[in-house]
């Protein structure tokens, strides 16, 4: 990056507060990020409604797999989503619960919120209602398929149903074989990404303008977004759209191919004929540079499979790394699988300090943790994860009595009705069996007991 | 009415891909002013298809049509002998520049962040590369493939008995996109408050790696490897054959387990060893052939209708054909028309949210090769007719 020196105070959100009513991973993430660029997140949550990613199987894992007396602020995923926000309960099916909400949308400047379309508006909760308490605010709405009077409009939705409605599943898969869904929720993250760039945006135009808006956003229009070259072939050319595994429409070979060792797998990618020549004497093998078949992109797409099993026989008898390095020396793309160790490990990713750590206070008894930065650096700018995932409620006196000065006895009526709380009333943790046991089932493929050396941390 | 939210921002878009250019599209959709500045040979993405009626013509590329909407179009020959003074000259005025080549190439130019930011302090460049600007794969050649594979993302994707499975189409090309049009807007922001621009570095390895949230933090709070699923018995929550096509189903939504049952009319589904996630996981292979029994001889959109008003969690696999039809993204105003020069009227896919202040609008359509060179050099810049044909001569443009 440039020689430019950081500025004393230039965490690009410094001064903003973002109220964070959201669910689930998307716009949670959103305010988690939006928090490592320094805004005052504040997460508003249910005490009869924790976030999923607390609970179930969305919650991820528990440190070592140890549940906890106070599960619900363990869960691995809740602690990445959430990094450096302060946590607020609010019962907002209860009206002195909305008279919070509102009282903080007043001191507000971004309002960011996940439920179906129906229930903001009931609450008089909307972007109608609460701009008449905040004339500038900028409120986010994020639903599976957005607001307005479309058929869809009211149906529930999360990233894995969602991923076939939005035509990724028709053009993933195996060769030959059926439709398929990524190992990962995905569109979730396109909204968590809209919602950054929309903020920001929004943000520059009311300090221009005095101006705010509303953002809606809807998963199913960025997910059909990202397969806009599929739409266009079928609009243009009639042409309905085929699973081609991990090949390429216009490079070959590419693919993924086995390496030495149990699951592990490689890469490549030839994209002319200099690298075909590359690769075969890499090889070892003129025989296939002899070939006239291979010769040209369409001979080597027309034979893939032949190619493909070529390959794969050379592969199998070296190193993934050292296969990449190779590879790479003469100039064709490649690169291991990585597994989730190997994000943790691998020097590119250190030396780009790609993860960040955050520890928790001792009575938390979660240590000190890694977890996913963020796909840019600013060379001025100070960005960075802030902080751990609160507890639940922990900022709950601070926020109604300091931030909103309520009349003293107020906290502790609310405390007492149940309409703030310091833990959920609902919910339960997701308490996947043994680590044994979930390898015997093949839920698990291994675990390094010693895990915390290999990353350093306590 | 308002004008666009980046209404005022002047972008140039040197970047040749997909990632870098749908990046610049995204701001010009929002407003801002795109000048796409390609060699005279064309921008590499106008030899990649799909190709309108399958013609492989430079001004025929759908790929290129759509990652460069809402742009005016100059040509440029950075490597020209005048090229990187004539760059400059625009760069002086420019508030953003998006490009995506390989780290130091610019920098050989003249051209880099620290050369570009001594003419205007108040640049914010945006570099856009797979493995970024620094380590040790910084010079690495990337592809789509391999974004997924240092992503982790493959790692999981697909089955166990065979190997791991990429995503379709280019999905990283345009998350690197869209996370470098979000990065650039934050630091337009700080441009705005503080008068200051900025290096933004943006990687694509690491956008898919954004996206590993359970994956990640698996490993970092128990050192547990996360495999891809077993073939048998993982298909809930996949996509599931139906009559006329795939559904999927997950648990959760609005819906409680035994809706769920009663939805598949499989009253066994009420059983004991179906009730909660980790014993649907144990007996798995029995779920599976449930549910795709119950629904074999089932239309798919009338499966899709009926649980979505349960308050069921329920998708279904659509086509291109059926996204192009789409009454959902119809009513959201998603696609939109345009006059092609070339290629004439199209409709496009093309509003990635809605603002309610400041709209997205259709301005351009992607622009034919040195299509707005006199409207930009001699209009904007006030170069004379004389000069730009010498420039035509010494290959400059």
């Known amino acids: 990056m440039g020689s430019t020196d950081k500025l004393p105070t230039s965490k690009p959100l410094e001064g903003i507060r973002v109220l964070d009513s959201t669910y689930v991973f998307a716009l949670p993430y959103a305010g988690g990020l939006l928090a490592d660029l320094g805004a005052d997140v504040i997460k508003v949550e249910g005490p009869g409604r924790p976030d999923v990613s607390r609970t179930g199987g969305f919650a991820g894992c528990f440190p070592d797999g140890e549940v906890g007396a106070d599960w619900w602020n363990r869960a691995s995923t809740y602690n990445l989503l959430h990094r450096g926000k302060r946590s607020l309960t609010l019962d907002l099916t209860k009206p002195e619960a909305r008279q919070i909400f509102q009282e903080l949308v007043a001191i507000s400047d971004v309002v960011m919120e996940n439920y179906t379309p129906r229930v903001m508006k009931n609450w008089g909760l909307d972007y109608a209602s609460l701009r008449d308490i905040k004339p500038d605010l900028i409120m986010v709405s994020n639903t599976g398929y957005g607001h307005g009077d479309g058929p869809y409009s009211e149906y529930p939705a999360q990233a894995t149903t969602q991923e076939g409605t939005h035509g990724h599943c028709w053009v993933s898969g195996y060769v030959g074989g059926p439709p398929s869904k990524v190992g990962a929720s995905y569109v979730d993250f396109l909204s968590t990404w809209s919602a950054i760039f929309a903020i920001s945006a929004a943000l520059r135009y009311r300090n221009r303008t005095g101006k705010g808006q509303w953002v809606d956003l809807a998963m199913y229009q960025s997910g059909a977004m990202f397969i806009s070259e599929y739409i266009m072939d079928y609009m243009v050319n009639g042409r309905l759209g085929e699973r081609i595994g991990n090949r390429h429409p216009q490079r070959a070979p590419q693919g993924c191919y086995p390496a030495k060792g149990q699951d592990q797998w490689v890469v490549l990618s030839v994209g002319s004929d200099q690298q075909w020549e590359a690769l075969a004497k890499l090889m070892g093998r003129p025989d296939l540079l002899a070939d006239g078949r291979f010769a040209t992109l369409s001979g080597r797409q027309e034979h893939h499979d032949e190619l493909d099993t070529a390959i794969a026989q050379w592969t199998v008898g070296h190193d993934r790394y050292a296969l990449m390095e190779k590879l790479q020396g003469v100039g064709i793309a490649a690169s291991p699988v990585f597994l989730n160790r190997d994000t943790h490990l691998d020097p590119h990713f250190k030396a780009r300090g790609f993860l960040e750590t955050a520890t928790f206070p001792e009575e938390r008894d979660i240590g000190t943790r890694p977890f996913v930065g963020r796909p840019y650096r600013f060379s001025r700018s100070d960005v960075s994860i802030q902080g751990p995932a609160p507890a639940f409620g922990q900022d709950n006196q601070d926020i109604i009595t300091q931030l909103l000065g309520a009349p003293s006895g107020e906290y502790e009526t609310l405390v007492e009705e149940g309409t703030v709380a310091s833990a959920p009333t609902r919910g339960e943790p997701n308490v996947p069996g043994t680590f044994e046991e979930q390898i015997a089932m093949g839920r698990l493929a291994g675990r390094d007991e010693d895990y915390k050396a290999k990353l350093g941390i306590p | ?397």
């Not at chain 2, 004008?3 to 250019?21: M, T, W």
């Open chain 2, 1 to 397: 009415m308002d004008g666009g939210i980046l209404e005022g921002v002047k972008v140039l878009d040197i970047s040749q891909d997909i990632a870098g250019s749908f990046c610049a599209r995204l701001l010009g959709d929002y407003g801002a002013d795109v000048v796409k500045v390609e060699p005279s040979s064309g921008a590499d993405l106008r030899r990649m298809g799909p190709f309108f009626k399958d013609d492989p013509h430079p001004e025929k590329s759908l790929f290129f049509l759509i990652a460069n909407l809402n742009k005016r179009g100059i040509t440029l020959n950075l490597e020209a002998l005048e090229g990187p003074a004539l760059f400059k000259k625009l760069a002086e005025g420019a508030d953003v520049v998006v490009e995506s080549y390989k780290p130091s190439y610019l920098s050989t130019l003249g051209l880099g962040y620290d050369d570009l930011e001594s003419i205007n302090p108040g640049l914010v460049m945006t570099s856009v590369t797979h493995f970024g600007q620094n380590g040790p794969y910084s010079q690495y050649e990337g592809e789509e493939i391999v974004d997924y594979a240092m992503g982790a993302i493959m790692s999981i994707s697909g089955t166990a008995d065979r190997e791991p499975l990429k995503h379709g189409g280019f999905q990283a090309q345009y998350e690197a996109g869209l996370n470098a049009a979000g990065a650039t807007a934050v630091a337009l922001l700080v441009q705005t408050n503080l008068g200051v621009g900025q290096h933004v570095d943006v990687s694509t390895v690491e956008c898919v790696s954004s996206t590993m949230i359970g994956n990640q933090s698996m490993y970092s709070f128990t050192g547990a490897i996360q495999p891809r699923r077993k073939p048998l018995g993982t298909q809930f929550g996949q996509p599931m054959p139906c009559a006329d096509g795939w559904v999927l189903n997950q648990a959760g939504g609005g819906a409680t387990w035994d809706d769920i049952a009663d939805f598949y009319e499989q009253p066994i589904l009420k059983e004991h060893r179906f009730s909660n996630q980790t014993l649907r996981n144990e007996n798995g292979e029995e779920l599976d052939a449930l549910l795709v029994d119950a629904i074999k001889d089932k239309g798919k959109w009338d499966l899709f209708a009926k649980a979505s008003k349960m308050r069921m969690l329920f998708g279904l696999v659509q086509t291109p054909e059926e996204l192009a039809r789409c009454p959902q993204l119809e009513s959201r105003d998603f696609y939109r028309d345009i006059e092609h020069p070339v290629m004439g009227p199209l409709k496009v896919p093309a509003v990635l949210f809605n603002l309610s202040l400041t709209p997205y609008s259709l301005r351009h359509c992607a622009p034919t090769l040195g299509q707005h060179n006199t409207d930009v050099y001699c209009n904007e810049m006030g170069t004379s007719e004389d000069e730009l044909a010498r420039w035509r001569e010494t290959g400059t443009i």
